[in-house]
């Protein structure tokens, strides 16, 4: 029977599903507008020359990001580009916002043991706390996409969550069909940016640990991962295929020293200088990035959410075995416990196996940025699993979630104040712009200003993260200088102003020389002022 308390638990759980994203929409208008080096380098040039069809016509006018897939970039350029700064950036929070509304459709399943209103109320708690870490926090409203992919990771889980009474002991064809849906939106993520990658093994390998008959987890995360293929197929099979295509390597240059193409040096291309220096740091690594961010990333925040799962989560295992091996009772008082107990062992196995894969991978934190998400949920189950009475692991776990977001001070990767437009640059004018070809120096992030020149102008980088006129055993140095060289139209140059002397030794080393009377200042409302300058043929006086 439906008693009016569970009538208002169903309608505040409604209006959080719906209103969470306006929330963080909103939240996103108050941290100010996104400037971030990465938009400023690729994010935005990429969408850009992939709607326009530059794709093969500039080139590396976004150091080595120029081979990233652009699809994830698309949604929000055209929401930048044609609409006011404001109701864009509004838009984009509010999509990274629906993170929120999965966190607690997920939340929900987790605790169905709950009654309603209870369930309700503790699932918008940790839902809320999920969108309010110092990495989460941070990307708001931002392009690095680690909240966006985010939805596939979180809508994969919150499928399972709801699925798992059936998967464990229903019917086959449907539990197998949920378990490859759940693989589809995880696939799909990693599709669209390939260090997803290590959820979508985390979950996959999370259904070997379900109190289920050992064949019926093998298919489970055998269906998981057929949709996992599927799901990388639909998100980046078209990119892979073009990478393969013209390159060898379908996702070139990364893995180069396995495709060996020859358009690249035959390098993993793996940025390393994340890793931690010795074994004992990576083994304990938690304990040193929680206090020293930088080494995990561009700029400081902080956060305790992965150090405290990086204590209970073992802690709550060992005794959780224990427990086991010891008999019923301890199996009757976690029973009693808020969240369920198989999606607490498929969760809490998923987010380890992640996290094992990201020191060993990445050590880069915004791509932790979707278990730091699920941390809240993810802790109330590892204190879950401690063998304190109830009311004791109930204020356990209020104390320790309120230790962890009172503490939190979010990233910031640059934001300025809100503008009309998300991008302007004011671009001097160019006399015959479709002969004229722009050589990218330095290696700053610039290509954001591409937009704002004239059509017809060609883009070539000599300067990147990819290549340098000096490189060695990177074959793209000759597609780069055979480009230079076939061009009989003017020449200039565009670096920001302290890149200019580099780049015009850069230039000399391709036979051209760079003219400093020519130079002229290019504004913009992202960034330091940009230099545009006059090219000449060495031998010509």
Same mark, same amino acid.
């Given at each position: 029977?439906?008693?009016?308390?569970?009538r208002r638990a169903r309608l505040a759980g409604r209006a959080f599903l719906l209103l969470a994203p306006v929330a963080y929409g909103l939240l996103t208008l108050a941290f100010g507008m996104d400037a971030n080096w990465d938009l400023r380098n690729y994010h935005w040039y990429n969408a850009y020359a992939l709607l326009t069809g530059r794709l093969g016509r500039d080139l590396l006018a976004?150091?080595?990001?120029?081979?990233?897939?652009?699809?994830?970039?698309?949604?929000?350029? !055209? !929401?930048?580009?044609?609409?006011?700064?404001?109701?864009?950036?509004?838009?984009?929070?509010?999509?990274?916002?629906?993170?929120?509304?999965?966190?607690?459709?997920?939340?929900?399943?987790?605790?169905?043991? /709950?009654?309603?209103?209870?369930?309700?109320?503790? %699932?918008?708690?940790?839902?809320?706390?999920?969108?309010?870490?110092g990495g989460t926090l941070g990307l708001i409203g931002t392009t690095f996409q680690d909240n966006v992919v985010s939805l596939g990771v979180l809508g994969a889980l919150a499928v399972v969550a709801a699925s798992l009474p059936g998967m464990l002991g229903g019917r086959a064809l449907p539990a197998f069909a949920r378990a490859g849906a759940a693989g589809l939106l995880a696939g799909a993520?990693?599709?669209?940016?390939?260090?997803?990658?290590?959820?979508?093994?985390?979950?996959?390998?999370?259904?070997?640990?379900?109190?289920?008959?050992?064949?019926?987890?093998?298919?489970?995360?055998?269906?998981?991962?057929?949709?996992?293929?599927?799901?990388?197929? %639909?998100?980046?099979?078209?990119?892979? %295929?073009?990478?393969?295509?013209?390159?060898?390597?379908?996702?070139?240059?990364?893995?180069?020293?396995?495709?060996?193409?020859?358009?690249?040096?035959?390098?993993?291309?793996?940025? /390393?200088?994340?890793?931690?220096?010795? /074994?004992?740091?990576?083994?304990?690594?938690?304990?040193?990035?929680?206090?020293?961010?930088?080494? &995990?990333?561009?700029?400081?925040?902080?956060?305790?959410?992965?150090?405290?799962?990086?204590?209970? &989560?073992?802690?709550?295992?060992?005794?959780?075995?224990?427990?086991?091996?010891?008999?019923?009772?301890?199996?009757?008082?976690?029973?009693?416990?808020?969240?369920?107990?198989?999606?607490?062992?498929?969760?809490?196995?998923?987010?380890?196996?992640?996290?094992?894969?990201?020191?060993?991978?990445?050590?880069?934190?915004?791509?932790?940025?979707?278990?730091?998400? !699920?941390?809240?949920?993810?802790?109330?189950?590892?204190?879950?699993?401690?063998?304190?009475?109830?009311?004791?692991?109930?204020?356990?776990? &209020?104390?320790? !979630?309120?230790?962890?977001?009172?503490?939190?001070?979010?990233?910031?990767?640059?934001?300025?104040?809100?503008?009309?437009?998300?991008?302007?640059?004011?671009?001097?004018?160019?006399?015959?712009?479709?002969?004229?070809?722009?050589?990218?120096?330095?290696?700053?992030?610039?290509?954001?200003?591409?937009?704002?020149?004239?059509?017809? &102008?060609?883009?070539?980088?000599?300067?990147?993260?990819?290549?340098?006129?000096?490189?060695?055993?990177?074959?793209?140095?000759?597609?780069?200088?055979?480009?230079?060289?076939?061009?009989?139209?003017?020449?200039?140059?565009?670096?920001?102003?302290?890149?200019?002397?580099?780049?015009?030794?850069?230039?000399?080393?391709?036979?051209?020389?760079?003219?400093?009377?020519?130079?002229?200042?290019?504004?913009?409302?992202?960034?330091?002022?940009?230099?545009?300058?006059?090219?000449?043929?060495?031998?010509?006086?």
């Amino acid at each position: 029977m439906t008693t009016p308390a569970d009538r208002r638990a169903r309608l505040a759980g409604r209006a959080f599903l719906l209103l969470a994203p306006v929330a963080y929409g909103l939240l996103t208008l108050a941290f100010g507008m996104d400037a971030n080096w990465d938009l400023r380098n690729y994010h935005w040039y990429n969408a850009y020359a992939l709607l326009t069809g530059r794709l093969g016509r500039d080139l590396l006018a976004a150091q080595m990001p120029t081979f990233y897939s652009p699809v994830l970039d698309v949604p929000f350029y !055209l !929401l930048a580009a044609h609409l006011p700064a404001r109701l864009a950036g509004f838009l984009w929070g509010a999509l990274q916002g629906v993170n929120l509304s999965l966190l607690y459709v997920l939340a929900s399943s987790c605790l169905r043991t /709950v009654p309603l209103p209870k369930r309700t109320s503790v %699932a918008m708690a940790l839902a809320a706390m999920g969108g309010l870490g110092g990495g989460t926090l941070g990307l708001i409203g931002t392009t690095f996409q680690d909240n966006v992919v985010s939805l596939g990771v979180l809508g994969a889980l919150a499928v399972v969550a709801a699925s798992l009474p059936g998967m464990l002991g229903g019917r086959a064809l449907p539990a197998f069909a949920r378990a490859g849906a759940a693989g589809l939106l995880a696939g799909a993520a990693m599709g669209l940016k390939n260090p997803t990658v290590i959820y979508a093994v985390g979950l996959c390998l999370a259904f070997l640990a379900l109190p289920a008959r050992p064949w019926r987890r093998l298919w489970l995360a055998f269906f998981f991962g057929i949709g996992v293929l599927a799901g990388l197929a %639909a998100g980046g099979g078209l990119w892979m %295929a073009h990478l393969w295509h013209d390159y060898g390597n379908p996702v070139f240059p990364h893995m180069n020293h396995i495709f060996k193409s020859p358009f690249a040096a035959i390098s993993d291309y793996v940025n /390393v200088s994340f890793f931690p220096p010795g /074994v004992l740091q990576r083994l304990f690594f938690p304990f040193v990035f929680t206090f020293s961010p930088l080494t &995990v990333g561009e700029v400081p925040y902080f956060d305790l959410r992965v150090l405290a799962l990086f204590v209970l &989560v073992p802690l709550g295992a060992v005794c959780a075995l224990i427990g086991q091996a010891a008999g019923g009772s301890a199996s009757r008082e976690r029973a009693g416990w808020l969240t369920d107990g198989p999606a607490t062992r498929f969760l809490l196995v998923a987010i380890s196996i992640t996290y094992a894969l990201w020191v060993a991978m990445f050590c880069i934190y915004r791509y932790l940025v979707p278990l730091e998400m !699920l941390a809240p949920l993810a802790l109330v189950m590892a204190v879950g699993l401690l063998p304190l009475a109830r009311r004791l692991r109930i204020g356990l776990a &209020v104390a320790v !979630l309120a230790l962890v977001q009172l503490t939190v001070q979010p990233a910031d990767w640059g934001r300025v104040a809100w503008a009309d437009r998300w991008v302007t640059a004011e671009v001097p004018p160019i006399e015959d712009p479709d002969d004229t070809m722009v050589l990218m120096a330095g290696y700053w992030a610039i290509s954001h200003v591409v937009p704002s020149f004239p059509a017809g &102008v060609t883009f070539v980088r000599i300067q990147s993260n990819f290549l340098q006129p000096d490189s060695v055993g990177n074959g793209y140095l000759a597609i780069m200088k055979d480009k230079v060289a076939a061009h009989r139209g003017p020449l200039m140059m565009l670096s920001t102003i302290p890149d200019t002397p580099g780049g015009a030794k850069a230039a000399a080393l391709l036979g051209l020389r760079l003219d400093p009377a020519s130079c002229r200042a290019i504004p913009n409302n992202l960034g330091e002022p940009l230099n545009l300058c006059g090219i000449t043929h060495a031998a010509v006086e």
